[in-house]
């Protein structure tokens, strides 16, 4: 299920210097490299979309869900790659499908939590459980570098910081989604989200 290789070196006709002046300015020795944990095409726009509209970026995106991946994988520049990796620890874990794609994690969610909130019980119904592999972000050998880290995976942010530091010591932002109450069981929250 790998699609195309992004190539970093840029096209003479492609070349974004000749359409953006802060690139032209910057002369940068390759595009930027994001990485897109929960790639998950639902919701508002993407915030490195304008990066991707002027090619000035490469993307590795990761996203389990099958029909996720395939709205991706159909709609993706060349500069896009999409991965069914389930980013994680590099342990076994169990997939939660939930009634909402959006909420689908490898935690479970917490039906007492949810129901404070209109609609969130309903959204997070499970609707499959399935034992899955998780791979290391340090271990992703797809993944050649790393400036721009997304990271939107429903409670799991924690584990994929914590087995990622080598490709995190290089990332110039990470942009992450962070829970100030446990929707999912065993969630960490915004204070325990600091890493030693």
């Known amino acids: 299920m790998v699609t ?3 190539s970093a070196a840029l096209a003479p006709s492609a070349s974004p210097a000749d359409t953006d002046p802060l690139w032209a300015l910057l ?14 095409p639902v919701g508002a726009d993407l915030p490195y979309q304008p ?10 995106g990761f996203e389990p ?4 991946l395939a709205e991706l994988n159909a709609r993706k520049s060349e500069r896009e790659t999409y991965l069914p990796y389930v980013v994680g620890n590099g342990e076994q874990a169990r997939l939660r499908e939930c ?15 949810l129901k404070h909130f209109p609609g969130f019980l309903e959204w997070g119904h499970v609707v499959a459980d399935s034992r899955i592999e998780t791979r290391k972000l340090d271990d992703i050998t797809e993944i050649d570098a790393m400036d721009y880290l997304k990271c939107d995976v429903q409670g799991s ?8 530091r080598r490709r995190l010591a290089d990332a110039v932002i990470i942009q992450t989604e962070v829970s100030f109450l446990p929707l999912y069981k065993k969630q960490p929250v915004s204070s325990l989200l600091r890493l030693p």
């Open 65 to 68: 869900q099958r029909a996720a």
């Open 4 to 6: 195309s290789s992004p």
């Open 27 to 40: 002369a940068p020795e390759r595009l930027t490299t994001i990485v897109d944990i929960g790639a998950n």
């Open 157 to 164: 942010e924690l584990a994929i910081f914590q087995s990622g």
């Open 51 to 60: 990066l991707l509209e002027k090619r000035l970026c490469r993307l590795f």
């Open 99 to 113: 009634a909402s794609p959006g909420m689908t994690s490898l935690l479970e969610p917490d039906r007492h939590m």
